[in-house]
Structure formats: C-alpha cells, structure tokens
C-alpha cells in the first residue's frame, strides 16, 4: 500500500492537534521518527490482504527526549486502519505497559481527532484464579479434604504465617472490584511462590467449564480483543504466542503490524523463552506427589474404564521416570568435573560446543522416552477429564470428579510437558550453520539436600526470530534508546535475526549534550581487575558525592556493591540507600522524599538500576560508574557464543564482550538526562576507558559529553 494523501493528512493533522492540544514543540527527531515509519508501513505491498513484499522491519534508535512513544503511536495507528490490521504494541517492562495503556494512548485519544480503541494483553499466569483461590481458602480450612490440595504442587515450607488472612483479603477486594485480579495492578509486590497458589495456566484452567467463568479476571481482560484497532501486550506474551503457532492469544502475525518498545530485550527474552531446565532431585520430589495424587483419585474412577486404566499407565510411566531420573543423578554426580570453594555452594558444569559424554547422552535419551510416556498418559487423562464437562459426550466421570482434579492433572502435565521440551533438546544432534545450543549442569548444595539441575538454550535467537515471527508479521518496528553497539546495527541484526530488506536509522536526540553534562574520569592508581579497587572505592566515593543532593553509584557485582556499603554505611547513616534495601519503588520513593526535603541521598545499585529506573531533574545530578559492565566471564551462554566465535577464527571479545559492554555502559549513562532541562554528570572509575584500545570504542559510543579526563 503507497503511503495515500489521506492517510499522510491523518497523521500530519493529529501531530499538529497533540502539540497544540498539550502546547508542546515539534521535535525535529520526533518528526524524522514519525516518517519513517510512515514510509515504511506505507511501502508494504499486500494482495487480498496478505504481505507480497519481501519480509522486512524498520529499526529505530531514538534517545531520551524524542518522546517516540507519541511518535510511533501517530505514525502506525493511521496506517493499521487503513490496512485492516491488528496494532500490536509490545513492551518489555510492565511499567511501560501501564504507560501506554493509561496515559500515553488516552492522552492521543483526547488531544488528536483519530478515533481508534485499544486493549491490554497480558498472560494468564498475571491472573488471580477465583478456582484456585477458593480452593486454596477451602483446603486450609479442612485438612481432610477429598481431592488433592490445588497448592500440593508448590514447593513446602514456604506459607508465612497469616497467608490465609493474605488470601481473604484478596477475595474481598476482587469481591467488592477493588481490584481486578492483575498482579501487577496489587498494591504490593506478591512473591512468586504465593502468587503460584492463585493463579494458572492454559494446561489447568477449565475456562466455559469453570463455576467463575463469568466472574474470571482473565477472560474479563480479554473480551476486548477481537474488537482492539491497538492491543499493548509485552515480548513474553508475542512469544509465547508465537511458541503456540501465531493467533492462539494474540492477532495472527499476518494480521498484525508490531512495534517492539525496549527492542533490544527482545533477542535475550526469546533466548529465555525458548530455554529449558530440569531440576533432578526436585523433579523426583515432584514425581512423589503426582503417586499421592494418583493414590487419592483411584476410587473415584471405576475399575476397567479408560480413566482407571490411564491412572495405572500413569503410575508405571512415573515410576520408569523416576529410575531413569536416578540413574541420570548417579551419572552426572559421579562424573562431572565439580569444582566447589568455601564461598560457594553452587558448581556449575558446561558441556564444550553442546556435546553431552557418550554415558549421559545415553541416559538423557532414556530421560526424553520416559517423559514422553508420561506426557502422553497425563495427556490421555486430561482428556478424560474435559471429556466429562460435554454434555453432548458420554463419559465415565461425574462432572463433579473433573471439576474437581482437571486442573491437578493439568499441572502435572504442564510440568511434564515443560521438562520434556529440556530432554528433547539435550537429544537433539543436528548440525546447524549457526552455534550449537548451549547445554550445562549446575550443582546446588543445602543445609540438608542438593540436587543438580540440567539446562540448555538457544545461543543466539536469530533463526527463531526470523521463522516465527519476521517471515510472517505484515510488518514490524523496533525502537529503543541503544539498539546499536558501538554506532553500529551488526550486534542487533545478528542476534534478532533481522530480513536483509530492513531499514535502519538513528534519529538524532533533541539533547544538548555538551551543554548539559559532563562525563569524568578521574586519576585512579588501581585497576578494576586490582585487588585494592574495593578499597579504592571505599575511600574515592564520599569526595564523589560530597556536595551533590542526588547520586546513584552503579555496580556490576553485588558483592562488592554489598562490600562498600557496610564499610562506609556507619560513617553516613541514613544516606546511602541500597537498590537490596528494600522493593525498588520504595528505594526510590525514600530516595525522592529525601531529596525533596533538601537531604543529600546516595543509591547503589547493580545492572536493573543502571537501565530501570527514571529519575529526572534535581532527583539524579551524579552518576558513579564503577566498573565497565562486561558480562560475568561463567555465563554458558555467552561462553558457548564466545567458543562458536573463536572456531570460527573470530576474536570474541572484541565482536560480542565489547559490544555487549557498550550497550550497557550507554544505558547506565542514560539514567542522568531525562528532560531537556537536567544537568548533571557522569563519573567513570574504570580507567581502563583511556588505558585500553577497546576503552576508546567504549568513550566515544557514549553521548557526546563535555570530557574531563584526569592523567
């Protein structure tokens, strides 16, 4: 579709309505933003609605200030109506999502004359389950219940005391709609192993089936969709999607034009994704509780039926699994080159270029047969069960029996299904173009267990990326503030795996960057790598932020953040904040109410600080960069990356440590200027920034700041 005079006089009329309607000026980056995706979604060819053009993306890399929010939103919504398709609006952070549900897209609404709706997607699993919730409430009240516990499935020993209260007052609120079951919506942070209690998945929700159907959280948020010109979702709901097929949650990818906020998470997140992991000893815990659950659901299924024979099946293919789960244990303790200190309870284990030693590959074979019975057997259970909610069907289970233990059986065959998917790709011997997927072990030790843990993943996300979701989208936009590394695209295009036809572009920053800031790096005798730098820091810091009202000191190592901390918190009590303190919207809402009543306040924080978090004007002034953010040199999947780059005759520290580091280093600068009137600067410790080759690549991919270089 060329770009029509009607669709250019749409988007140009509402960019000049928002700025007048929220007196505002034109950003000249904004602008070049707002073209280019125009032109870009404009220049899609289709036939009866399907893409003809060659698969393609737009890549946009636009700094604080650009505000590209409003300039993607202008330029995509136009041009998704006229097309027909499904915006697809995909984030990386909740509080972005929020952003653009609550504030960014009603703000266009009110200030443009486009008439358009729009909704919010998230994954089940962000969603209170009444069914559970009341089952949980029931089981606690009465110990003998007939069916198994829904929360058997959890880890023991984890309920704190007053978790019924919790719960009860999770009831009345969604009761009484004081809340509308979204995680993330609760006035406090839910830890996982509660939140587990009350929620669930595709494997264990019964949906028209459920007594709450009507009342569910989750279908309420999803009634909208079909209907949404604008669904915001997040990049692990698209690639769960897309893990299902396209269209199972979301807009079919053929049907959808995707902008990707906070793109450059989007490679890792679909490494993570497309992840596996069995944890031995715990999964044979597990296999434990699914013999209890078989136990307690014999009797309620009578004896020759497909159900009571399934529940033996399942019995023998648990007990098979659990042999050839100890088997596996016994191999890999037995050995594995473990390498244990006194510090540390944990060895890890990598497998060089993904090859498995002939013994365990064998016994991983004999794992991924065992699991797949039992998935199979759960599978032929669980549809059973659902068989039992068709009245139109006749079935050998009362109707009460499936309500009762379908979403049990669907846990288990979720877990099944989830640790098939690890042993599966442990088998797997294909020889690609690209890295072998990475695969390693890690051994942890407690007080009064252990258990080793198998792992394997993807190395780089590029092909997945391409077949799933690049060859089908109708078209798709990625933008970020660092989607280049070291001024270029090459490390994105690699590990997104982006189309050939793709276009890239910087669009300029509205900052005034020499004006506005400094970046420092003062006279420092040791190196980072040194044994005294802790010392060092211990003894430059207070000068560094004597006299500043706001600072945030980044670190890349915990530990030594935790270090500095307890050596100089009983010489300044009260003004240092560590990012472990507390939740971080506490850390920084005492951070701010510090600063607002003219009190100096010091944060220190690791990577989520150095890219996470937004404080502007008079609430960050200073931020110390400790150490250059190179990657922890034990990552598996980074070394696995390293080993294919150097097989290949390449030098990997310099085409993915340095460039990694770049991307980073750029973020954590980027917490100091959000608006156009901040001032501040930026101090660097590491002096390997003037003292090594790469440090010069490193300065120069930072914003052009003013430079004060101590010799």
Not at 242 to 253: C, D, N, S
Not at 293 to 315: E, H, R
């Amino acid at each position: 579709m060329a770009l029509t005079d009607d669709t250019k006089q749409i988007i140009q009329q509402a960019y000049r309505d928002v700025l007048a309607g929220k007196d505002i000026k034109a950003r000249y980056g904004q602008r070049l933003m707002i073209a280019e995706i125009a032109r870009y979604m404009g220049g899609i060819t289709s036939d009866d609605g399907q893409r003809t053009s060659p698969a393609s993306a737009c890549v946009v890399e636009a700094g604080t200030g650009t505000g590209k929010t409003l300039a993607y939103l202008i330029s995509a919504i136009p041009v998704a109506k006229a097309l027909g398709k499904t915006l697809v609006i995909s984030t990386a952070t909740v509080a972005l999502q929020d952003q653009i549900v609550n504030k960014d897209l009603p703000d266009l609404h009110k200030h443009s004359k486009m008439d358009f709706n729009w909704t919010l997607a998230k994954g089940r699993g962000r969603y209170l389950c009444m069914s559970r919730l009341e089952a949980r409430l029931h089981d606690e009240g009465n110990g003998d219940s007939d069916t198994m516990p829904l929360f058997l499935m959890d880890e023991p020993g984890k309920q704190e005391p007053g978790t019924r209260a919790f719960f009860e007052d999770m009831l009345a609120s969604y009761g009484a709609r004081k809340w509308d079951g979204d995680r993330d919506h609760w006035p406090d942070q839910i830890p996982d192993d509660i939140w587990r209690q009350v929620t669930t998945d595709h494997r264990q929700c019964t949906n028209r089936h459920c007594s709450y159907f009507d009342s569910c959280a989750f279908f309420d948020a999803r009634k909208d969709l079909d209907d949404a010109d604008i669904i915001v979702a997040n990049h692990d709901l698209v690639l769960a999607d897309l893990a299902l097929g396209g269209g199972a949650i979301l807009p079919e990818p053929e049907n959808a034009l995707f902008i990707f906020d906070e793109a450059h998470h989007l490679p890792e997140k679909a490494l993570n994704h497309f992840a596996a992991s069995v944890p031995l000893n715990s999964t044979r815990q597990w296999l434990k509780q699914l013999s209890q659950a078989i136990g307690k659901m014999q009797p309620f299924f009578s004896p020759g039926t497909t159900a009571a024979k399934t529940i033996d099946k399942i019995s023998t293919a648990s007990r098979d699994l659990d042999k050839a789960l100890s088997d596996i244990y016994t191999e890999a303790e037995q050995n594995t080159g473990w390498e244990f200190n006194e510090e540390r309870r944990t060895a890890q284990w990598r497998y060089p270029e993904g090859e498995l030693p002939e013994a365990l590959a064998e016994l991983a074979g004999e794992s991924k047969i065992a699991t797949a019975t039992l998935v199979r057997q759960l599978g032929v259970m669980v549809d059973e069960l659902q068989t039992a909610f068709d009245e139109r069907k006749e079935s050998d289970i009362d109707r009460d029996t499936a309500e009762a233990w379908y979403p049990v059986l669907g846990s288990f065959h979720s877990r099944a299904e989830d640790q098939f998917r690890l042993w599966t790709a442990w088998c797997e011997n294909g020889k690609t173009s690209g890295p072998p997927a990475a695969r390693w072990a890690i051994r942890q030790r407690w007080e009064h267990a252990e258990d080793i843990t198998f792992y394997s993943s993807p190395v780089l996300a590029d092909s997945l990326l391409y077949t799933r979701l690049w060859s089908r989208a109708f078209g798709a936009v990625l933008t970020s503030a660092t989607l280049t590394a070291l001024g270029k695209f090459d490390r994105l295009k690699s590990r997104a795996g982006l189309p050939e036809e793709s276009r890239f572009v910087v669009v300029p920053s509205s900052f005034r960057y020499q004006e506005m800031a400094t970046v420092e790096v003062p006279a420092l005798k040791v190196m980072p790598t040194d044994d005294g730098f802790t010392d060092a820091l211990v003894q430059r810091l207070p000068d560094l932020w004597a006299g500043e009202k706001a600072t945030l000191v980044l670190f890349t190592s915990r530990r030594q953040m935790k270090q500095v901390h307890e050596r100089l918190a009983p010489e300044y009590p009260e003004l240092i904040t560590t990012q472990d303190d507390m939740a971080k919207g506490e850390v920084l809402r005492r951070h701010c109410a510090r600063v607002d009543e003219g009190l100096p306040s010091v944060l220190f924080g690791v990577a989520s600080f150095a890219e996470g978090i937004d404080l502007p004007g008079h609430y960050l002034s200073h931020v110390v960069i400790t150490r250059l953010p190179f990657s922890v040199p034990d990552d598996p999947i980074e070394a696995s990356l390293a080993e294919w780059v150097t097989l290949r005759g390449g030098n990997p520290f310099m085409e993915i440590t340095v460039p990694d580091a770049s991307i980073k280093l750029v973020q954590a600068v980027g917490r100091l200027l959000r608006k156009e009137s901040d001032t501040g600067r930026v101090t660097i410790l590491d002096r390997r920034i003037i003292a090594r080759r790469y440090g010069q690549l490193l300065l120069d991919a930072l914003p052009p700041f003013r430079r004060i270089i101590e010799p």
